[in-house]
T-cell receptor, first 113, second 114 residues
Framework: GDSVTQMEGPVTLSEEAFLTINCTYT??????LFWYVQYPGEGLQLLLK?????DKGSNKGFEATYRKETTSFHLEKGSVQVSDSAVYFC????????????FGTGTRLTVIP | NAGVTQTPKFQVLKTGQSMTLQCAQD?????MSWYRQDPGMGLRLIHY???????DQGEVPNGYNVSRSTTEDFPLRLLSAAPSQTSVYFC?????????????FGPGTRLTVL
């Protein structure tokens, strides 16, 4: 079935370091791919998305490219800030039926000054 | 525009008790869903609805009931609470059951079952 495998955490970085969080997926249809972010004590909010192969999603300095050949959607940011500390979830919308979202296990990022 | 609201924020139950988690949205979204979030397991889909009067099961539906009598509301019922249902519950909505639509989440309900 459809699934998302996400890099295990937690990840701790110094401010201004480069961030990569790996995400790979398995899907039978033509999924859309998403990154959601959860700040402490809050619900999830959309960070970025890509709806077809080779699309790049970007927001707030974060980027991810939908790579069909490697079934990946890795999240990157060139220079992280303390305010980026959160849990990041990779997700796919199946592209079949009700297009439910399936989530990875989440990666906790802590950025230290 | 309140978006997606959930009540209560916190709840403690004893094993065997029943309760209803409330979810309401004012965005006129067709699609609504319930997830539970457990450490190391991400979010897992419990039930979902693609419109008023239509509901279906997700990955982990056992022990939960839902109904959708209006577009705005999608309550989740725990019939007989068990410690395994201790979790954080999120309601989420989308304009339509489309693979490209953004999903919006409520703030969550933290449930503890003793």
């Amino acid at each position: 079935g459809d699934s998302v495998t996400q890099m295990e955490g937690p990840v701790t970085l110094s401010e201004e370091a480069f961030l990569t969080i790996n995400c790979t997926y398995t899907a039978t249809g033509y999924p859309s791919l998403f990154w959601y972010v959860q700040y402490p004590g809050e619900g999830l909010q959309l960070l970025l998305k890509a709806t077809k192969a080779d699309d790049k999603g970007s927001n707030k300095g974060f980027e991810a490219t939908y790579r069909k050949e490697t079934t990946s959607f890795h999240l990157e940011k060139g220079s992280v800030q303390v305010s980026d500390s959160a849990v990041y979830f990779c997700a796919l919308s199946t592209g079949t039926g009700a297009n439910n979202l399936f989530f990875g296990t989440g990666t906790r990022l802590t950025v230290i000054p | 525009n309140a978006g997606v609201t959930q009540t209560p924020k916190f709840q403690v139950l004893k094993t065997g008790q029943s309760m209803t988690l409330q979810c309401a949205q004012d965005m006129n979204h067709e699609y609504m869903s319930w997830y539970r979030q457990d450490p190391g397991m991400g979010l897992r889909l419990i039930h979902y609805s693609v419109g008023a009067g239509i509901t279906d099961q997700g990955e982990v539906p056992n022990g939960y009931n839902v109904s959708r009598s209006t577009t705005e509301d999608f309550p989740l019922r725990l019939l007989s609470a068990a410690p395994s249902q201790t979790s954080v519950y999120f309601c989420a909505t989308r304009l339509a059951p489309s693979r490209t639509d953004t999903q919006y989440f409520g703030p969550g309900t933290r449930l503890t079952v003793l």
